[in-house]
């Protein structure tokens, strides 16, 4: 699989990344539902067997269950991927979630992280969401710089900062890479967040490329309406109309495509992703060694600008069909 180098950091790695958040397991506030470990175990072992180099995943997902098992399927691998994990959002003896970019607190977590994975430096160590107050974004910006200092990580990046927050982190201290959201149903990134990056070395690896399943050619309504009671997605505004309709006649686009090139619907809706010149790569998620076997071929796809223009046109066109209705 090609690679590309990450940011400002000495890691090339591959266009696809495996995503762990949905392997952390049902019964947590931002989970997937119920998950298999064992599968959860297989699907990363495939990744690193089909050529994907790195892993991401945060203390977070399953309220540090994640963690633990990219600890365990790495058990034992001989050509070891990049682990990446984020801090930022700290959970309770109940399980109630909330953010804190307060020093001692990144330190504690960072302590956490290395504990689960196993490992004695973490490869890249990002602040999952910002905070409100600047000064506390501040101090959890110098945090991270300190702890790279020491040692404990690699390289330092955020997710979800917008280009006013990764301008005055990006002066403190450089920022090696973003993780924004961004797919085929969300582009709000391409007009300042992208350009920001490319002209200033910020490496970006894109979460969400399938739009959590929405493109990967298999949603249904049914499937849809069977989500289990913990899968966050039940209440996500892309599930639920008007939104739900407009990407399933997507994801059917994507579907025909992926027939005349040969690819799933799922390649074809990476490789869109990858096409931006800047994006790193993409994270994508699995929760079974065949669904990793069903997306890995994006890596080396490139579509034609023929089949842009296919993709940019219905685009358009369901924009222009909402304005009208």
Partial sequence: ???????????????????????GGGGWQFAWGPQDDAKSIQAIRRAVERGIGWIDTAAVYGLGHSEELVAQAL?????????????????????????????????????ASLRRLKVDVIDLYQIHWPVESQAECDEGWSTMAALQREGKVRW??????????????????????????????????????????????????????????????????????????????????????????????LAALLREVGRRLGCSPAEVALAWVLRHSAITGAIVGARSAEQVDGFVGAGDLRLSPDTLRDIEAHLQGASQGEAHA
């Fill in 1 to 23: 699989m090609q690679t590309r180098r990450l940011g400002n950091s000495d890691m090339d790695i591959t266009r696809l990344g495996f995503g762990a958040w949905a392997i």
């Fill in 156 to 249: 330092i990046g955020v997710s979800n900062f917008d280009v006013r927050q990764l301008e005055r982190i990006h002066r403190m201290a450089p920022v090696t890479s973003l993780q924004p959201r961004y797919s085929l149903i969300h582009r709000d990134i391409e007009s300042t967040t992208l350009p920001f990056c490319e002209r200033n070395g910020i490496g970006v690896i894109a979460y969400s490329p399938m739009a959590s399943g929405l493109l990967t050619g298999k949603m249904t309504r049914e499937r849809v309406e069977g989500f289990p009671r913990d899968d966050w997605r039940r209440h996500s505004a892309d599930f639920q109309e008007p939104g739900l309709s407009r990407n399933l006649e």
């Fill in 75 to 111: 058990e034992g691998v001989s050509r070891r991927p990049y682990v990446f994990t984020k801090c930022g959002m700290v959970w309770d003896a109940q399980g109630r979630i909330t953010r804190s970019l307060k020093a001692d607190s990144i330190r504690r977590e960072c302590e």
